[in-house]
């Protein structure tokens, strides 16, 4: 039965079968007449071995899909195979690993077929003719191959991320390697010694091609060896075209554009207020069409301060590095309050949530949808803590105070307030550097909770505060550039007139 599992589950994962013809590879592999017969003589140790095939080629598929998450499982089957008691058989269990995981690489990097999403991330194919015109460069003129090999391991290693404990490394040594998502794109880097390696391979078989031109056909073998290479360019080149059709093939985007039922009841529910998509069942793409503020993380560089505490306020554990937040899994326990500090006002889930501030307002498309009764609002007043200082995230205890705000824009956010004590006036816009404030016209410092949340320190009354995006970069570069164009200008000039005196001397 055991062995049966194994053989289910691996037509069923890798594979792709439907459950009943599953079945039946579990029912093939687990009853055959070769396994019983051996059984039946009383070679126990065999079949203690060949029970662990299936498990080991599915463990093996699934470590070379994501190795660091089932790179453990394989070593325990490895280990079991090992110990089952027949050397012969556990021989033959590796021979297949290693045949298995070989073929699974290979065919991810030259046979891989377009995704349905995301095509573009998984791509790492340079061509299989480029491929093996590099092969052949490796062979044939390895004396000026071997240094590129570093560079091209170097990036397969920085491409596989955090699968590999490398990487880790190499992120204390290169500054902000940790801030990129979607760190395949690395692999762009290998593609350049690749297609160098393609060219030498290149070069071999034409001077082979010439070679034996001219002891067969001399007077010819010039143009024919042109010939060759204009051909070894068109096969390379339709090879190319060929493997890129499928990707650059463009259907209708409106399936993909257009908002769901779903994105547009909750875009209408949440209105300039932040939303939280637990499972990430609302694309972000929909957030553009709709115009809506969304919480969750999924940008080219994500603020590491942000994303530790989105992954606090989502329930979610923090593993390092992550390309994006939430992530789907079923311990997440988001906390209202901390969502509604980041102005968080609607949470959609595909699972009910228990925080009590959560109420449940609607359902559409099996995702259920809360509105957040702890939202605190885009600013928002909140107690000093210790000593008069900004309050930890711990001691965060809002202000009950009128806030009206006046602008809400992506690089400018105005409101008027009223307290009758020292307080903290937070903004629930994540800190970033370059942003200003401004109190009732005078300039003041920014302060910052956790990290992330920046506060104002107010004192009694009515206050105006701005709070702008304004960096001092923009201006350093404008300035920048207006004096490389005056200095280009006045090197033309300069020209000119040099280029006149010399015509003047002449005559």
Known sequence: MFTGLGMLLLARRAVGLPRLPALVAAISYMATPALLAHLGAGHVTIVQTVAWYPWLALACWATVREPRRWGALLGICIALVLLAGHPQMAYYGLLMTIILSAWLL???????????AHVWESVVSPGLVVLALALVGIVTRWRMAWPMAPGIVLAAVLAMGTALPIYLHVAHILPELNRFRDLARVWFIALVPI????DLGADSLLRAARR??????????SRATVAAGFLTALIVAVSLVVSDVGYARIGDVSAITTPSGLARAV???AGS???YDAQEKIPQLYAVELQVRFADGLDPLLIESYVSYMLHAGGLPNGGYILHFPKDTPSARPDARQLGFMNVSVVVSRRPLSDPHFVQVGEADGTLIYTNTADAGPGYLVEPGRGGNPPSLAQLQQVNA???TVTLNPEQETFTFSTSRGTYFVIATPSFPGWTADLDGHTVTIQQIAGVLPAIK???GTHTLSYTYSPSSIRKGAMLSALGLLAALIWLIAGRFKIIATQIKRY
Do not use: D, H, K, T
């Open 106 to 116: 290979v065919r991810a990097l030259v046979f891989a077929q377009p995704p349905q």
């Open 195 to 198: 297609s160098l390696l393609a």
């Open 212 to 221: 034996v031109l001219e002891r067969s056909v001399p007077r010819v073998a």
């Open 267 to 269: 875009a209408q529910l």
């Open 273 to 275: 207020e932040r939303i």
């Open 402 to 404: 009128s806030v009206r």
């Open 458 to 460: 107010v004192g009694p």
